[in-house]
DNA sequence: ATTATCTATAGATCTATAGATAATGC
DNA sequence: ATTATCTATAGATCTATAGATAATGC
């Protein structure tokens, strides 16, 4: 149809977006192609005109969702706020609501049953957010975090938050959340 | 056939150890029953004599991996010995492993997605285990620590193996261990 | 004229069921 | 005689491809 230049970048990102939400949402193996397409309003057909396999995007997805977060997580870290990102992160609302959520606290188990190059991506794409929480850490501690000391204080945001959304008794829920803050907290001090 | 009177349990043990490592490997979604059933050198038919469900079989397998992952735990944790349990579930052959691992590792933010009866089963069955962490880590603060408190800690545990398995680089994977168990330590103090 | 979209389909796999077969305690 | 197992199959869905259709810049 020679659409406007801009049409074809247009869809692929409608796609991503799509598969972005019912990834998180559904798990990347319980969501076939056509219910993204669906999600998208187009049909199986085209899929492969955007991308070469669903590994190809999944791989995209994943690189997409994570700078999307680290966007935000950027945001909040700035000036040393760590309290107020694991208040953010280990919120009811960020519980309730995974297809808009954290990529990682969502995906991570699966990622690493990926192949190689899937996993690739998200080790370097998750670089540059550990990153910032090192250097937050590291201003609260007054001295060096590493981007590994990093990892385990988002391992303890994500694990907990996956913790609340696995345990289906609200206050109990709840309680782990705000439990996880305060470990968050001490954990970096 | 009137079989011996143990032979149904058996065979019913045998497709629920088959699951437990197909599902902790590869994912619930990734692993048909034919799979499974071929794993516990029977054919897809016999399935049904001995589960409802799909579903039934997930919330059986996950029962059972983590009352048997209870067993270790409360062995390594008696005597409050936290590191030492830190220190395992933080190795390198446990995130090599995750087929025999730890369940809530591989499984729980699929779990968060089952149905409501399967969340409880996992929320109800990880109890014993949470509350074996709350009482090492009270006698190690000297102050009573809440099943919530351990969720943190566990979560801690469960959120960094995951990324160590998702990090394709070994020295970047093995740091993060490393840093996990600091943290699983500093938290518990 | 070009190309993103559509419908249709291949071939594999999924969960679940039906009915035949075979194994063994009475 | 009982019942766990098998083979075979239904009907839905999965990833991927082929070829027709339609939209629009030149």
Known sequence: MRYAPEHNEVTRDRILDAAGRLFQEHGIDAMGLAKVMAEADLTV????THF????????????????ARHEAFTRALRDGHLEGVARTYLSPSHRDAP???????????????????????????????????????????GKKASRADASAVFGLLAGTLQLA????NREESDAILEAGVRAALLLAK
């Not at 057909?45 to 492969?48: D, L, S």
């Not at 991570?108 to 540059?128: D, G, H, I, K, L």
């Not at 959304?165 to 289906?168: D, F, G, N, S």
């Open 165 to 168: 959304r696995a345990t289906p």
């Open 52 to 67: 070469k396999s669903k590994e190809a995007l999944v791989r995209e997805v994943m690189v997409r969702s994570i700078q």
């Open 45 to 48: 057909g085209t899929f492969y």
């Open 99 to 141: 297809a808009t959520g954290c990529p990682a606290a969502a995906l991570t188990s699966e990622v690493a049953r990926r192949p190689r190059t899937t996993r690739q991506a998200f080790a370097a794409n998750m670089e540059p957010t550990l990153d910032a929480f090192a250097e937050c850490i590291s201003k609260r501690r």
